[in-house]
């Protein structure tokens, strides 16, 4: 764990708290999750205050007094979290020339391997955690890198980031990641294919049977083998159920007194003038630079409803981190979606509705709140941690080695990809075709900001809403036309298994896998990333459940695993 800078520490004085209290009387005091195995359901219980208040033990207490002893429990529960250890995949010390990390911004030579010195600039800055330390960093170009001060940061809600972990990402050489890195050459080939027309395209047979024959792939299967109805979806069941895209991005939605129908600018796709990025080796060296501008995309004059990987790309590219997910619970509100059957205001209370605790401007803000925790949860394990390299850089790996210009390591699987031989056979090179002109982002990969934030929205949503309702008691459900100018009814049989909680997990596949579908990301990114997510936000949800006045019991709602928990 990276030390707290010195200019950021206070001494402590007048200690309320007795030195001496033992850790048995603390847990006495703040209560222990019990499970509920009856009914199969995780409890988290509430904070002492919060109990003692329901029984009116507090009544003589004061204000201010109450105030600091929640803020108190509250610290005192969180600092009695195990600090986990953060385990790496070990690349930064296997290879000297760091052909395993992000290095993107900083100096590279001619085959994309970066200056060893300017490396060790960034080490240095990250191990101090010096502010000035982080403007002496040897830079490639101008483009800077994005906050690897936000990792160092506290939060006063919920578990300090430094404290929750992620496991190691896939190493360069394993089968993981070759894996992985089949499934975004694929994707970058799928990119103007529509999602409903995966079962007819004739291509994608065979990425399904690439996928699907990969010693080491993590993505969904029916009977073992990636079929079109799984390609390229999410990890929980609700991802598998209905139309690609969620629900939530693609119904007409009501801001306050505005009504907005949900088109989206997308990019033009390739055979109507669009275009794919970094696939020659001089702009795929200048973004590895950092050497901007690298230029715009090409939109489409009409804007439409999300039809495939490359409409999901351009909303992925500049949308506003929390957008999907308080789109969604703008739409749930609008349409009386149910509450939590544990909300206080869930059809219980004869002369009182929710509202700054319990009703909609609580729900609202909080989805923005958690988004911000949940980028310094996971930009602590990009810079600090992993420093896991990107699928551009990664592309690289796969030219050079192909072209023998270089030996690096890779698994072979990667190596003799029939995806890999197809974008060569495209565009004469081996580099991973983007569709953002600057290629990723100027931060590692691992974990993925989208991802964790919508990991943490997600959750958000689900613990306000009754995330077992069917949606379609709710609404039709519906996809794009082929053109994306307008919705259709979804024929397919599985309509009726399509649920609040299932959509929300969607929405969270959508955005996270729509960054795999721009060649920005992994997959292991995305679906360990929602878990950190999902972990933040029932870290605040706990710290905010000793604040209420109501009668409380907690959230009741199925995590991203599939267990169901109490918070």
């Not at 402590?12 to 006495?28: G, H, K, M």
């Not at 983007?434 to 974990?447: I, V």
């Not at 036309?481 to 609040?500: C, E, H, K, N, W």
């Amino acid at each position: 764990m990276s030390p707290i800078p010195a200019h950021k520490i206070t001494p402590v004085q007048n200690r309320d708290t007795p030195a001496d209290e033992s850790r048995r009387d603390f847990f006495a005091k703040v209560g222990v999750a019990a499970a509920a195995a009856a009914v199969g359901v995780m409890v988290i219980e509430a904070p002492a205050a919060a109990q003692e208040r329901d029984a009116g033990a507090s009544s003589s207490i004061s204000r201010v007094q109450q105030s600091f002893e929640i803020r108190r429990n509250a610290a005192l529960r969180e600092r009695n979290i195990p600090s986990p250890p953060h385990p790496t995949n070990g690349d930064e010390a296997r290879y000297p020339n760091k052909i395993g990390n992000y290095s993107k911004g900083l100096p590279h030579n001619a085959i994309g391997e970066v200056d060893a010195a300017a490396y060790q600039s960034l080490l240095h800055a990250l191990s101090t955690a010096a502010p000035d330390d982080f403007e002496n960093i040897t830079m490639g170009g101008t483009v800077p890198l994005v906050d690897p001060q936000s990792g160092f940061a506290f939060d006063l809600e919920g578990t300090d980031c430094h404290q929750l972990a992620i496991p190691p990402a896939p190493a360069l050489a394993s089968a993981q990641r070759a894996g992985e890195a089949v499934e975004n050459y694929w994707m970058a080939l799928l990119r103007d294919v529509n999602f409903t027309d995966y079962a007819s395209d004739p291509l994608v047979p065979a990425a399904c049977a690439e996928l699907s024959k990969l010693s080491h792939f993590v993505g969904p299967k029916v009977n073992g083998k990636v079929t079109p109805a799984t390609l390229f979806r999410g990890f929980t069941p609700g991802d598998l159920a209905g139309p690609y895209v969620s629900q939530f991005l693609l119904k007409t939605v009501e801001f306050g007194a505005v009504t907005v129908p949900q088109f989206y600018n997308c990019y033009l796709p390739l055979n109507a003038g669009g275009k794919d990025y970094l696939i020659d080796a001089a702009s795929w060296h200048a973004a590895m630079n950092g050497a901007g501008p690298f230029g715009k995309n090409i939109l489409d004059s009409t804007p439409r409803h999300m039809r495939n990987g490359r409409d999901l790309s351009a909303y992925v590219h500049i949308d506003v981190l929390f957008e999907a997910y308080f789109i969604a619970c703008l739409w749930l509100a609008d349409n009386h979606a149910p509450l939590n059957p544990g909300n206080p205001y869930a059809n219980k209370s004869r002369n009182q509705v929710g509202f700054g605790t319990f009703g909609f401007p609580h729900l609202k803000a909080l989805v923005a709140e958690v988004a911000t925790r949940a980028l310094k949860a996971v930009w602590h394990q990009k810079w600090s941690v992993h420093r896991a390299l990107r699928p551009e850089e990664f592309g690289g790996r796969v030219h050079y080695t192909k072209t023998g210009a270089a030996n690096y390591p890779l698994h072979h699987e990667i190596l003799a990809s029939d995806a890999v031989s197809r974008v060569f056979a495209r565009n004469g090179t081996y580099f991973l075709p983007h569709a953002f002109p600057e290629g990723c982002p100027q931060h590692p990969a691992y974990g993925a900001g989208h991802a964790t934030v919508a990991g943490a929205c997600a959750t958000i949503v689900k613990a306000f809403f009754d995330d077992k309702v069917p949606l379609a008691s709710l609404t039709q459900i519906e996809q794009p036309s082929d053109d994306g100018l307008s919705l259709v009814p979804y024929a397919g049989s599985d309509a009726g298994q399509i649920t609040v909680g299932g959509e929300m997990n969607k929405i969270a596949a959508n955005v996270g896998i729509g960054r795999n579908h721009a060649g920005v990301h992994w997959r292991s990114d995305y679906q360990e990333s929602v878990l950190l997510g999902e972990k933040i936000a029932i870290s605040i949800l706990s710290d905010q459940r000793a604040t209420y006045n109501e009668k409380f019991d907690g959230f009741t709602f199925t995590k991203f695993d599939g267990t169901r928990i109490t918070v």
